[in-house]
């Protein structure tokens, strides 16, 4: 019995019973036999392994099991934990009513409707997913994912002419970037020095990092004003 996938800021996948979207943790039952999860804890406290527990549900052997953790703190018509996911990431443990650890994921930094789980089924290997399958096998992933490049000059008014500088913290990550408002693509102009900034008003910017083993970071657009 393991975690198999979770997800965190779902804006498009799987609405609940109130038709609203909830951050969620799959179960996937690995084994030949049926489990029977009365009385274990989930948790995002590792000091409270038993901060939730689960009424008395069974997944069947080879099948997954869905909860919203939506701090709903239901049992019915779904499974609601009592607490929410932090999208910065927090350990979610599963124990058994013997207060043996079943299992635990990691923290990791999830973007909007995105998850983090394992591939396939109950393996030890994990990835980040832009598409999200709950009830369904995890399709392939990505290793890795890259963070928006940091901006390294502060949104205000200028009078006279800017240097605008970017960086990533991902190693092999590139920046490219846009001057027409559209979002960069692989295509798109590469980052290579500073760029020289006077009145930006009529050329929007957008930045965004790219990575060819991991997925890109959101698109960021930067503070200016013009002077």
Known sequence: LRHRQRAVAQRA???????????????????????????YGLSDDVTLPFKWRFPSVTIAAGAHLLVYASDKNRTSPNLHTNFKISADGETI?????????VDQFAPVSLLANMSYGRVTDGAD????????????????GVSALVTT?????????????????LSST???????????????????TLYSAPIQITDPSSDPFR?????????????????????
């Open 93 to 101: 443990s599963l124990t058994d009513p013997g207060s043996v650890l």
């Open 125 to 140: 290997t994990f990835q980040f997913f832009t598409t999200s399958t709950p009830a369904q096998s995890n399709a392939l």
């Open 13 to 39: 996948v799987a609405a609940d019973e109130d038709a609203s979207f909830q951050d969620w943790i799959e179960l996937y039952n690995g084994s030949a036999a049926p489990i029977n999860l009365d009385q």
């Open 149 to 165: 490049p940091a901006f390294l000059l502060a949104g205000g008014f200028y009078a006279t002419t800017q240097t605008l500088a």
């Open 207 to 227: 930045y965004a990092g790219l990575r060819t083993t991991g997925t890109d970071s959101q698109a960021g657009i930067g503070p200016w004003l013009p002077p």
């Open 170 to 188: 991902v190693t092999g990550a590139t920046i490219r970037y846009t001057l027409d408002g559209s979002d960069p693509s692989p295509t798109s």
